[in-house]
């Protein structure tokens, strides 16, 4: 008996997958590879980000700020740096119908920046602290948890130096990941050093990996002489064999910017965070100077494991026209945050489900139904419906699948008498009631049965204990 049931769900499953393969074959359009809908049951995981973002904006004194997704293509150029795999490879670039050349956003900072100086926030008192959330794009190759459209959450904070904000930055990292519900999240940790370390230290890796040229793919070849840092990021397996015997920021670092590390590291250990010194962590991205961070999750194996990252760039804000402004940010994937969720099965917090529903069957109950629907909705009482069925069956049907406790029913005699049946779903009950009375025993019925279910809810408890 279950081979037989177990044979059928076999069938039912492939013959959903036949189907849609078969729709994909027929439909004239597909999105873009590496974009997606993101579907309606995936919502309450994006809803759910929504709410814990807010909450943390809050408690951590953050302004939210809304940025275009496209930009003059010299943003990222100039910040995220010629000769990194973004720039080279990745970034969406078209000209404007007037000539200017564009691109849409590969990541969410250099954005950032140009906003804070363009909009004359330097005046502001420091630190200034900045969200913003939305896609970004890459041209990357798609695989699970690695999309060309994908969504960053992207904080940053401006006008602070000191150790305690980069400690202060990770730790708002990890309550975010923790308030969604997600364990096993670790942090690696790196010094850049200063500008003047990661001018010296350049030299030293160019005549190490000078040493190494043959063994370097044709990209890092090329980016020897104009981007050396950014071979120790290159994700060819040959090149990473190079960068693990390269050598290191930290043994090359003036004693301030080891002073700031050593600080970091405390208040981490201060406050308990799960972290490990990465001396090879560099980031793709070459606006970074000091601190760099990245935001592992166990449970997830290869580079897709980054839920997110981040770091120091005490000098961008400078390079990109504006006053000499220390700063700090971080992003987070929030697509590999979904994976993670659905993997580790995190609780999610979904809207209330409508309680009520509301049948009608004619013409004028039809239309009658309209305003009921209205007056309910008026008082507050969620309802479902479904005005473009007639029979009453379907729709009854429909009442139970959404798993509503109250059906209002609404016929022809009813319209034209100003009255609805009432049928409580739970007892299986029903009453005429006048239409004028409605919302307050809809009210009272939704009291009620709140207080039934908490009962068998604490008798359920009582029950496991
Ligand atoms: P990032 O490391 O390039 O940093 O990106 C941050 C996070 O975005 C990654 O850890 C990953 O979770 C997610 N991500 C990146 N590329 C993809 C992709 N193709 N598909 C899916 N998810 C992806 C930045 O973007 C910096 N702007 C972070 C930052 C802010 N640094 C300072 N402030």
């Known amino acids: 008996m279950r081979a037989k049931s177990s044979s059928r769900s076999q069938r039912s499953n492939s013959e959903k997958k036949i189907s849609k393969e078969s729709v994909r074959m027929t439909v004239p359009f597909q999105s873009p590879r590496g974009m997606r809908d993101i579907l309606p049951e995936d919502q309450v995981y994006w809803g759910h980000i929504d709410r814990v973002l807010a909450k943390v904006v809050q408690e951590f004194g953050f302004q939210k700020i809304t940025l275009p997704t496209v930009e003059c293509a010299g943003v990222f150029t100039r910040s995220v740096g010629e000769g990194t795999d973004i720039i080279e490879k990745e970034m969406y670039t078209f000209p404007s119908r007037g000539g200017d050349m564009l691109a849409l956003r590969p990541e969410l900072t250099a954005g950032m920046v ?16 900045l969200f913003t959330q939305g896609p970004a794009f890459r041209y990357d190759r798609p695989q699970e948890g690695r999309y060309r459209e994908f969504y960053q959450a992207d904080f940053e904070v401006f ?14 990292a990890y309550r975010t990941l923790l308030t969604l519900g997600l364990k096993n999240v670790t942090f690696q940790v790196n010094t850049l050093g200063s500008e003047e370390d990661k001018k010296q230290y350049r030299k030293l890796l160019v005549s190490y990996l000078r040493s190494k040229k043959i063994k370097l793919c044709r990209d890092c070849k090329r980016r020897l002489a104009i981007n050396p840092l950014r071979i ?7 090149c990473q064999q190079v960068a693990q ?9 003036s004693p301030e910017a080891r002073n700031h590390f050593k600080f970091l590291l405390e208040y981490l250990d201060e406050l308990e965070i799960p972290y490990s010194i990465c001396p090879s962590l560099v980031r793709g991205l070459d606006y970074y100077s000091g601190t760099v961070f990245e935001i592992l999750s166990a449970g997830f194996n290869g580079r897709q494991s980054a839920l997110g990252g981040g770091g120091r760039y005490d000098t961008l804000v400078k390079r990109m026209g504006g006053e000499q402004t220390p700063a ?5 994937g929030l697509d590999r945050v979904v994976m993670c969720m659905k993997r580790e099965k995190t609780k ?14 004619g013409e004028l109950a039809k239309k ?5 629907f209205a007056q309910l909705e008026k008082n507050g009482i969620l309802v479902r419906e479904s005005f473009g069925r007639g029979g009453l069956k379907a729709q009854l049907r429909h009442s139970s699948k959404i798993g509503a406790e109250i059906t209002i029913i609404l016929g022809q005699k009813e319209a034209i008498d ?13 009453e005429t009631v006048s239409q004028e009375r409605l919302v307050e025993i809809i009210k009272k019925m939704l009291k009620n049965n709140g207080i039934i279910f908490q009962k068998r809810q604490m008798d359920k408890d009582k029950q496991r204990e």
């Open 114 to 129: 140009r906003a804070f100086i363009q909009n004359g926030m330097q005046v502001l008192a420091k630190p200034v602290k």
């Open 159 to 172: 006008g602070e130096d000191d150790p305690i904000m980069d400690a202060q930055m990770i730790q708002m």
């Open 232 to 238: 120790l990021d290159c994700k060819e397996e040959k």
């Open 245 to 253: 015997s390269a050598p290191q920021t930290v043994d090359h670092l």
């Open 328 to 332: 700090i940010g971080f992003g987070i």
């Open 348 to 361: 999610v917090y979904s809207d209330p489900k409508p309680k009520v529903f509301l049948a009608q069957l």
């Open 368 to 372: 009658k139904s309209l305003r009921l």
């Open 418 to 430: 100003e009255t609805v049946i009432v049928k409580d779903m739970v007892s299986g009950s029903q």
